[in-house]
Each structure stands twice: as C-alpha cells, then as structure tokens.
C-alpha cells in the first residue's frame, strides 16, 4: 500500500521568504515521488519528480525537493516566495501496481503569499 | 503542441441522470487516466487505459465506467448521478503506464449535480 501525507494544509509566507512544503510518504517498494500545482479552476502541472536518479531534484520555477528515505520525506522549498507562488500544492506517489501506474495524491497544501 | 484537452468544461446535471466526458491526450501518448478532485481534496484515482484497453480501476462503483478510442482519446461515463459525484473531473495523459512517468492534465470538467 502506499500514501502520502502532506502536512499543513494551508501555509502563509511573505513575500520573499522561504516557502517550506512537507510532504511523506508511505510505501513498501522504492517511490517514485512527484509535486504539483493548481491554480484556480485549473488542472495539475508538474513541478518535479524523482525516479532516483538524485535525491535532490530541481524544479520550475525556482522550486526543488529533496528525498530523505531514512525520514520518508519529499519536502516542497523555494528560497523566496513570488505573489505567482499562491496556489495548492501536491504531493503524490506513484508505482506500478499491476500493470498499471497507481499514482495516490495527498490531500494538498495551499500556499498563501503575503504581500 | 497542444496540451490535454477535456470538454465540456462545466456540467450541471440532476440526480439519476447520466453524463459523458471526453478527454484528448497529447499526441503520441497512449495513456489515458481520469481522476476525480472533491473540492478540497486530492484527486482521487478512477481508471487507467493503455492501448484501448483498462489497465486499471480504483475503488470506485460500477457507475463509473471509461473507453479509450483508436485515436488514443477517451469518455467517462457516469451513470445513475449522485449529489455527492460533484467535483472537477481531471483527465491525464501519459506515454506508458511505467511507475516513472509523468501524467500531464488538462484542465478539467466540473461537474455539478443537483
């Protein structure tokens, strides 16, 4: 089985300051570990992924992840938060399970940005 | 290069009825999944269609049922429509059905049921 737990579901920065997202995840094989983002009335558009190649993944827009198995974590940062970071962010885990790719989705984080 | 694309975009619908969405991939992927998004939580898994053929299906009713066409694009169906069946519904396109690979979405079908 295999779940994510995204903490704080709802964050306030200021603009400018670090953005902090927590994400951990569950899983009883090696994960494959994505975050997205969503804007208002829109889809999910992907930040960055790790498929093990480097624990530590840079993403768009300035956003990178790293992956700590010994903490079974994949937490969200960026140095200094933009106005254009207000959005829900999430965490998801995906394996192949069966033949198909299984991907569970947290139950989202949504980033305020305070001017 | 167009991204996923899903029509309608809203959906007002009664109770008992039925609906249909449709889902373009972006072309050359032959992965379709659908996911359903309660506002407020993640999206939730429905189905996977590789090929034309359903790879593999969440812990949703037989209400719920999907195809995938030759051209790669696919339908949700919902039948017998419940209050509780609104939400935004995301499609997401994929090269393969490998663990490693990025689902990209489109933007969505709200779906109202009243």
């Known amino acids: 089985a295999q779940s994510v737990t995204q903490l704080g579901s709802h964050v306030s920065v200021s603009e400018g300051a670090l953005v902090l997202l927590r994400c951990n995840y569950s899983?009883?094989?090696?994960?494959?570990l994505f975050w997205y983002v969503q804007y208002p009335n829109q889809g999910l558009q992907l930040l960055l992924k790790?498929?093990?190649?480097?624990?530590l993944v840079k993403g768009i827009n300035g956003f990178e992840a790293e992956f700590k198995k010994s903490e079974t974590s994949f937490h969200l940062t960026k140095p200094s938060a933009h106005m254009s970071d207000a959005a829900e962010y999430f965490c998801?885990?995906?394996?192949?399970?069966?033949?198909?790719?299984?991907?569970?989705f947290g139950t989202g984080t949504k980033l305020q940005v305070i001017p | 290069d167009a991204g996923v694309t899903q029509s309608p975009t809203h959906l007002i619908k009664t109770r008992g009825q039925h609906v249909t969405l449709r889902c373009s991939p972006i072309?050359?992927?032959?992965?379709v999944s659908w996911y359903q998004q309660v506002l407020g939580q993640g999206p939730q898994f429905i189905f996977q269609?590789?090929?034309?053929?359903?790879?593999g299906r969440g812990n949703f009713p037989d209400r719920f049922s999907a195809r995938q066409f030759p051209n790669y694009s696919s339908e949700l169906n919902v039948n017998a429509l419940l209050l509780g069946d609104s939400a935004l519904y995301l499609c997401?396109?994929?090269?393969?059905?490998?663990?490693?690979?990025?689902?990209?979405f489109g933007p969505g079908t709200r779906l109202t049921v009243l």
């Open positions: 998801a885990v995906s394996l192949n399970s069966g033949g198909y790719q299984k991907v569970t």
């Open positions: 899983s009883s094989v090696p994960p494959y």
């Open positions: 072309s050359g992927h032959k992965s």
């Open positions: 269609y590789y090929e034309k053929e359903e790879r």
């Open positions: 790790y498929t093990s190649a480097a624990t």
């Open positions: 997401a396109s994929s090269l393969r059905t490998d663990s490693t690979d990025t689902q990209y």
